[in-house]
C-alpha cells in the first residue's frame, strides 16, 4: 500500500466516525450515547493526520520519480515505506460507515447471550395507579420476582423491545444493554405468552398481565406476560438501554 493509499484510507475513517457519530444516530449501533464526543474526537484526529501526511506523501513521490543516486541509474536498497496489502482490509469499515451501516445488533446476538443479571432490590415504591403502566423489562423482572407487597398481580402493563424467538411456547421480549460498546452486550428477556407470530428484530409494544407460576415475589415466579395488544412501533433512538423508549429524532 503506497502512502498516497494510506492517506485515503485514515481520511476515509475520519469521515465515516463523523458521518456515523456527528451527522447521524449510526453511532448508537455500537457504542453508547455517552462516547459520541470521543467519536467526534477521533474523526476530527484522523482527517488532520490523513491531510498532514499527503504533504510528505507527494514529496516522497518527486524522490521516487528521481534516478535514485546510483552510478548506474538504478536505487540502491529496498523501500520500506510501504504497509502490507492485508492493510486494504482497513477500508471496508471505513467504506462501511460511509455507504453501508451494517444492522443494528439484534435477535441474533440476543439469543446467544446469557440474561442479564438483575440486581437485588430489598425496597419497592407503590406502583403508579396508571393503567397500562409503563415498565422497562429491568423493572418488571424485578417486581415479578423480588416485590414480596406482589404489586404486579394483576396490573396490565407496557413494556416495548424486539422480537426474539423463544424455545418451546412463546416468544421472548427483548432489550439490548451496552456497558460500553456492542461487544459486552447483554440481554434482559420477558417471555410472552399470545400474541401473534412477528418476525425476529420486530420492534413491538406490548400490553399484558404477568402470567401466573411459581410463588410472586420469589425467584421462583415466571418473568412472564399474558399478551393482550401487540403493536408495531420504531425502532427507538435509545435501543440499548432498558429505559422507557425514546421517540426517533
Same mark, same amino acid.
Given at each position: 500500500?503506497?502512502?498516497?493509499?494510506?492517506?485515503?484510507?485514515?481520511?476515509?475513517?475520519?469521515?465515516?466516525?463523523?458521518?456515523?457519530?456527528?451527522?447521524?444516530?449510526?453511532?448508537?449501533?455500537?457504542?453508547?450515547?455517552?462516547?459520541?464526543?470521543?467519536?467526534?474526537?477521533?474523526?476530527?484526529?484522523?482527517?488532520?493526520?490523513?491531510?498532514?501526511?499527503?504533504?510528505?506523501?507527494?514529496?516522497?513521490?518527486?524522490?521516487?520519480?528521481?534516478?535514485?543516486?546510483?552510478?548506474?541509474?538504478?536505487?540502491?536498497?529496498?523501500?520500506?515505506?510501504?504497509?502490507?496489502?492485508?492493510?486494504?482490509?482497513?477500508?471496508?469499515?471505513?467504506?462501511?460507515?460511509?455507504?453501508?451501516?451494517?444492522?443494528?445488533?439484534?435477535?441474533?446476538?440476543?439469543?446467544?447471550?446469557?440474561?442479564?443479571?438483575?440486581?437485588?432490590?430489598?425496597?419497592?415504591?407503590?406502583?403508579?395507579?396508571?393503567?397500562?403502566?409503563?415498565?422497562?423489562?429491568?423493572?418488571?423482572?424485578?417486581?415479578?420476582?423480588?416485590?414480596?407487597?406482589? &404489586?404486579?398481580?394483576? !396490573? =396490565? +402493563?407496557?413494556?416495548?423491545?424486539?422480537?426474539?424467538? #423463544?424455545?418451546?411456547?412463546?416468544?421472548? %421480549? @427483548?432489550?439490548?444493554?451496552?456497558?460500553?460498546?456492542?461487544?459486552?452486550?447483554?440481554?434482559?428477556?420477558?417471555?410472552?405468552?399470545?400474541?401473534?407470530?412477528?418476525?425476529?428484530?420486530?420492534?413491538?409494544?406490548?400490553?399484558?398481565?404477568?402470567?401466573?407460576?411459581?410463588?410472586?415475589?420469589?425467584?421462583?415466579?415466571?418473568? &412472564?406476560?399474558?399478551? !393482550? =395488544? +401487540?403493536?408495531?412501533?420504531?425502532?427507538?433512538?435509545? #435501543?440499548?438501554?432498558?429505559?422507557?423508549? %425514546? @421517540?426517533?429524532?
Amino acid at each position: 500500500m503506497k502512502r498516497s493509499a494510506q492517506v485515503a484510507v485514515v481520511v476515509l475513517s475520519g469521515l465515516g466516525l463523523l458521518h456515523a457519530s456527528l451527522f447521524t444516530d449510526l453511532y448508537l449501533r455500537y457504542v453508547k450515547e455517552g462516547l459520541r464526543p470521543l467519536l467526534i474526537a477521533s474523526g476530527v484526529l484522523l482527517l488532520v493526520l490523513g491531510v498532514a501526511g499527503a504533504v510528505p506523501a507527494r514529496e516522497g513521490e518527486e524522490h521516487e520519480d528521481g534516478d535514485g543516486g546510483g552510478p548506474d541509474g538504478h536505487a540502491h536498497g529496498h523501500d520500506h515505506s510501504t504497509v502490507p496489502h492485508i492493510a486494504w482490509l482497513l477500508l471496508l469499515p471505513a467504506l462501511s460507515l460511509l455507504l453501508y451501516a451494517p444492522p443494528a445488533l439484534g435477535a441474533y446476538t440476543a439469543a446467544r447471550e446469557a440474561p442479564r443479571t438483575v440486581r437485588v432490590q430489598e425496597r419497592f415504591d407503590p406502583l403508579p395507579a396508571t393503567s397500562p403502566l409503563p415498565m422497562t423489562l429491568t423493572d418488571f423482572t424485578t417486581r415479578v420476582q423480588q416485590d414480596h407487597t406482589r &404489586a404486579i398481580e394483576g !396490573r =396490565t +402493563v407496557r413494556m416495548t423491545g424486539f422480537v426474539t424467538p #423463544g424455545k418451546g411456547s412463546g416468544w421472548d %421480549l @427483548t432489550r439490548l444493554i451496552l456497558s460500553c460498546c456492542a461487544a459486552d452486550a447483554q440481554s434482559v428477556k420477558v417471555r410472552m405468552y399470545g400474541g401473534p407470530g412477528l418476525p425476529a428484530d420486530t420492534w413491538v409494544t406490548v400490553t399484558g398481565t404477568w402470567h401466573p407460576g411459581g410463588t410472586l415475589g420469589t425467584a421462583s415466579a415466571p418473568v &412472564a406476560l399474558d399478551v !393482550r =395488544t +401487540v403493536e408495531r412501533v420504531p425502532r427507538p433512538v435509545n #435501543g440499548y438501554t432498558d429505559a422507557l423508549p %425514546l @421517540t426517533p429524532r
